[in-house]
């Protein structure tokens, strides 16, 4: 079996690559990079992505004795993903690249790249798993529960599940460090990757300014009641704690965004909390929707605990924002306790268990 891993420069992608060579023989794996955007000379050190990862997936790969090659992404990435990103920025959302970055290229356009150079599965360095039960694959959390990457993959399909492999997925950190160390690698001891790859300013707003055409706004509080003014609605998100100005009697937290009204809405800290919400752009790992009500846990953000919800097929349309009253396959989700800062943009991750069932986008 020829094995394609997909190489960041990293110690996770390194060990699988190294996992894999021990597996099946280093003449049957091979190494795969996507160049995925223009370089400017100034990109993140510490990019998944950057001219130094290729550098470090390159030199790894001839210590493990596998040939390396360098996928030009460009296009795809600039499609699915900056653009994206942008837009969900312009309409007053807060996206998150990683999950379409994975889903459309790392397991899209980089597998269909690897099988033409050969390769039967390809590997990455997730935290999670894949288990395969009767016909069809199943998506686990990673063991290691501080680094579990499942939220971020919620988008994958069956094929594409048949077709991938996480060897440390069934491991901790430490251990992947260790192996690392054992064997030389010279990213034993690398930090993580951190912020948007493809941003090279020092903030995401300094790169949005330069995206998007920003006027100020009004600040209002929830009695629609002006209490500021904003530079632009895209540098907030919901949560947001800086640049609403001062003088309020307790701390406020930006609540809503409105890009039609170019309104940015505070409140104090108990109206940040919410029951429910709606999601679209629902993505099942079986690909059949499951019997509704489904009751399960969910994550509204990478970091967060699992929330128990119930989920039911949306029918009301007024629970369904004027965005997408033309998309089909609304979400209604209940949340048992309150949820803070639901934000629209970020994905629902939703979970039996160790299981991941999908996900979608809140809106």
Same mark, same amino acid.
């Given at each position: 079996?020829?094995?394609?891993?997909?190489?960041?420069?990293?110690?996770?992608?390194?060990?699988?690559?190294?996992?894999?060579?021990? #597996?099946?023989?280093?003449?049957?794996?091979?190494?795969?990079?996507?160049?995925?955007?223009?370089?400017?000379?100034?990109?993140?050190?510490?990019?998944?992505?950057?001219?130094?990862?290729?550098?470090?997936?390159?030199?790894?790969?001839? #210590?493990?004795?596998?040939?390396?090659?360098?996928?030009?992404?460009?296009?795809?990435?600039?499609?699915?993903?900056?653009?994206?990103?942008?837009?969900?920025? /312009?309409?007053?959302?807060?996206?998150?690249?990683?999950?379409?970055?994975?889903?459309?290229?790392?397991?899209?356009?980089?597998?269909?790249?690897?099988?033409?150079?050969?390769?039967?599965?390809?590997? !990455?360095?997730?935290?999670? +798993?894949?288990?395969?039960?009767?016909?069809?694959?199943?998506?686990?959390?990673?063991?290691?529960?501080? *680094?579990? +990457?499942?939220?971020?993959?919620?988008?994958?399909?069956?094929? @594409?599940?048949?077709?991938?492999?996480?060897?440390?997925?069934?491991?901790?950190?430490?251990?992947? /460090?260790?192996?690392? #160390?054992?064997?030389?690698?010279?990213?034993?001891?690398?930090?993580?990757?951190?912020?948007?790859?493809?941003?090279?300013?020092?903030?995401? !707003?300094?790169?949005?300014?330069?995206?998007?055409?920003?006027?100020?706004?009004?600040?209002?509080?929830?009695?629609?009641?002006?209490?500021?003014?904003?530079?632009?609605?895209?540098?907030?998100?919901?949560?947001?704690?800086?640049?609403?100005?001062?003088?309020?009697?307790?701390?406020?937290?930006?609540?809503?965004?409105?890009?039609?009204?170019? +309104?940015?809405?505070?409140?104090?800290?108990?109206?940040?909390?919410?029951?429910?919400?709606?999601?679209?752009?629902?993505?099942?790992?079986?690909?059949?929707?499951?019997?509704?009500?489904?009751?399960?846990?969910?994550?509204?953000?990478?970091?967060?605990?699992?929330?128990?919800?119930?989920?039911?097929?949306?029918?009301?349309?007024?629970?369904?924002?004027?965005?997408? #009253?033309?998309?089909?396959?609304?979400?209604?989700?209940?949340? *048992?306790?309150?949820?803070?800062?639901?934000?629209?943009? @970020?994905?629902?991750?939703?979970?039996?268990?160790?299981?991941?069932?999908?996900?979608?986008?809140?809106?």
């Amino acid at each position: 079996m020829k094995i394609a891993v997909a190489m960041s420069g990293g110690v996770d992608s390194s060990v699988a690559a190294a996992l894999m060579v021990k #597996k099946y023989g280093k003449e049957n794996v091979f190494g795969v990079t996507a160049k995925l955007f223009c370089y400017s000379g100034k990109e993140k050190e510490k990019a998944c992505c950057s001219l130094s990862a290729i550098d470090d997936a390159r030199s790894i790969c001839a #210590k493990l004795g596998i040939p390396h090659y360098v996928l030009s992404e460009e296009k795809e990435f600039e499609e699915a993903v900056i653009k994206d990103f942008v837009s969900a920025y /312009r309409h007053g959302q807060t996206p998150i690249p990683c999950i379409p970055c994975n889903s459309v290229i790392k397991f899209g356009t980089m597998l269909e790249h690897a099988r033409k150079l050969g390769a039967e599965k390809l590997v !990455t360095g997730h935290y999670t +798993q894949v288990t395969r039960k009767g016909n069809s694959y199943r998506l686990l959390r990673g063991v290691c529960e501080e *680094k579990d +990457q499942s939220y971020f993959l919620y988008r994958l399909s069956q094929k @594409q599940l048949a077709r991938v492999e996480f060897p440390v997925g069934e491991m901790e950190k430490r251990e992947v /460090r260790k192996i690392a #160390k054992d064997m030389g690698l010279k990213v034993a001891e690398k930090k993580e990757s951190q912020g948007v790859c493809f941003v090279t300013e020092e903030r995401v !707003t300094d790169y949005l300014a330069d995206k998007i055409e920003t006027k100020s706004g009004d600040i209002i509080n929830t009695k629609g009641e002006k209490v500021g003014t904003h530079e632009g609605y895209i540098f907030y998100t919901i949560g947001q704690r800086k640049r609403i100005g001062g003088g309020h009697a307790e701390p406020m937290f930006v609540l809503r965004i409105d890009p039609i009204s170019n +309104q940015v809405v505070i409140g104090p800290k108990d109206e940040l909390y919410g029951n429910e919400l709606v999601f679209i752009n629902s993505s099942w790992v079986s690909d059949k929707e499951p019997k509704m009500p489904l009751k399960c846990t969910a994550k509204i953000r990478y970091n967060t605990e699992d929330a128990p919800c119930t989920v039911n097929i949306c029918k009301e349309k007024h629970m369904v924002k004027e965005l997408s #009253k033309s998309l089909p396959h609304h979400y209604h989700v209940s949340f *048992k306790n309150p949820e803070r800062a639901i934000t629209p943009g @970020q994905s629902i991750v939703l979970y039996n268990k160790e299981i991941v069932l999908g996900g979608g986008v809140i809106i």
